[in-house]
């Protein structure tokens, strides 16, 4: 059985050779701005034509060794979620791939040696907070909240943007919620 390392370099780089705009979402991007933690999935933000899915983003997964199941595919882009989870080949590990309509914001960076590129550091902290508001019990939301955390600890970010973000989404009680926390956790540090 492959490690989680080896399902992330062969997705990113199946990915990388088939020319299609993607980027690392989700723990993957989340360790990168943050604090390593444990995952057992890799969450992939994708757009893609119907022409490019079928000529080089489905190509590519099979080639990465993940089971491409073309019907739950269709099902996921149909549905409002636009959100399909499939299963490594190789390993107990999955692949969450998020069909995007729009243009994806992205920043240049690298795993594993591998160059990638990861969402911003400003539209992962406004995902998770989504998550956050939508996730019961919250306690099953403790992730999401510390990787919150740990983004706005040890990133730069545009706060004021997430926060007129945040208005709109109506997940700003959240946000200042957690920023509150990690002032009160930095005046215990002094």
């Known amino acids: 059985m492959e490690a989680f ?12 050779g088939a020319k299609v705009e993607y980027l690392l979402t989700g723990a993957l991007a989340a360790s990168h ?13 994708v757009k893609v034509s119907a022409e490019d899915l079928q000529s080089h983003l489905l190509p ?9 199941e073309e019907e739950r595919i269709k099902v996921a882009l149909k549905s ?6 499939l ?10 791939i998020i069909f995007s309509r729009r ?15 990861y969402q911003t550091p ?9 998550m956050v508001k939508a996730t019961v019990p919250k306690d099953r939301s403790l992730k999401d909240m510390d990787d919150i955390k740990t983004i ?28 509150s926390e990690i002032a009160k956790l930095s005046k215990q540090q002094i």
């Open 60 to 68: 590519a997964l099979r080639m990465a060794g993940i089971k491409v």
């Open 80 to 85: 409002g979620y636009r959100i399909v989870t």
């Open 5 to 16: 390392e080896g399902v992330v370099k062969r997705v990113v780089n199946a990915l990388n």
């Open 122 to 130: 400003e539209d992962l902290i406004l995902a998770k907070l989504r």
């Open 87 to 96: 299963e490594d080949s190789r390993s107990p590990f999955t692949v969450d």
């Open 103 to 117: 243009i994806i914001k992205k920043k240049p960076g690298s795993i594993l040696g591998l160059p990638t590129f």
């Open 152 to 179: 706005l600890r040890f990133s730069e970010v545009d706060v004021e943007s997430i926060k007129k973000e945040a208005q709109k989404n109506a997940t700003l009680p959240i946000l200042e919620k957690i920023i």
């Open 33 to 45: 701005y943050g604090l390593p933690r444990t995952t057992a999935d890799v969450d992939i933000v």
